[in-house]
């Protein structure tokens, strides 16, 4: 029985290290100079940009398509290829941030007013990071004779030829699973185990092609400026939902939860 308790003890101090870990780099972040936060926004939206590259080059290069197993998993590979840059290189997320970013206002040392500060310098850092990436890639890449601009059609379809509603439950999946990815990497020791849950993270979103508001922003421009299958209404309701789900699914499914379970724990 005392084996247990002190496992206990040792399982709730390690929740409330990560916990205090998280309260802290968020404040930090918070604090930070405006053009700071949308500087790193804005380099997280180039980062991103090279995954839905990657898979363009896939669809270009491999024999196979959506559908074919082997294909399929290349391309949730390559996927993580963009947030590996992002979140390891400490560059900011709009999707993080959905779960790091609420933890100080549950813990009321921070104001809803500053989370919308945080929250918007870095996703319009991201959206703009994504536009600049996405022009380059189309006007620069056909040429080097690796993607075919047909590829850029067929990922933009994948997310944008589902209904609305499953844009948004999609949505909060995907940040369901980006809120957990940056509890995850927080609690993590090492760098090699980030790099792991990183990919398994991402490869699930990938995998599954669940609508992640920043990734998906170049994956849905990449259509809109090549196809005329993609509108400009196609790319707002996919931006729209996919934000909207993202931070329902990383506000409430990681941060309140996991927040009260420690709180909660600890009494």
């Known amino acids: 029985m005392s084996d247990q308790n002190s496992d206990a003890r040792s399982d709730q101090k390690s929740s ?11 404040l930090h972040e918070m604090n930070r100079e405006p053009s700071g936060l949308f500087l790193s926004g804005l380099s997280a939206g180039l980062d991103i940009g090279f995954g839905p590259l990657m898979m363009a080059v896939v669809l270009t290069l491999s024999p196979g398509g959506y559908g074919d197993l082997g294909t399929e ?5 390559v996927y993580s290829v963009g947030f590996i840059f992002v979140i390891l290189g400490r560059s900011e997320l709009f999707t993080e941030h959905t779960t790091l970013a609420v933890v100080p206002v549950l813990d009321r040392q921070a104001s809803l007013g ?15 990071g994504g536009v600049l990436f996405t022009l380059l890639a189309v006007l620069l890449t056909p040429g080097l004779g690796v993607v075919d601009p047909a590829a850029f059609e067929t990922i933009a379809l994948k997310l944008v030829g589902h209904d609305l509603r499953w844009l948004f439950v999609g949505g909060v999946f995907a940040g369901w699973l980006m809120g957990l990815l940056a ?9 090699t185990g980030r790099l792991l849950l990183v990919v398994i993270v991402t490869g699930t979103i990938g995998m599954l092609h669940l609508p992640h508001s920043i990734a998906g922003n170049v994956e849905v421009l990449f259509g809109l400026l090549t196809s005329p299958a993609i509108s ?36």
């Open 114 to 128: 500053q989370l919308g500060r945080l929250w918007g310098l870095v996703y319009v850092g991201n959206l703009v």
């Open 16 to 26: 409330r290290t990560v916990l205090g870990s998280i309260l802290d780099s968020a």
């Open 183 to 191: 509890w995850l990497v927080t609690a993590a020791q090492e760098t």
């Open 232 to 267: 400009v209404t196609d790319y707002l309701s996919f931006l729209a939902l996919a934000t909207v789900g993202n931070a329902v699914g990383g506000g409430i499914f990681v941060a309140a939860l996991k927040y009260e379970h420690v709180v909660r724990g600890a009494n």
């Open 73 to 77: 998993l290349l391309l949730a590979s």
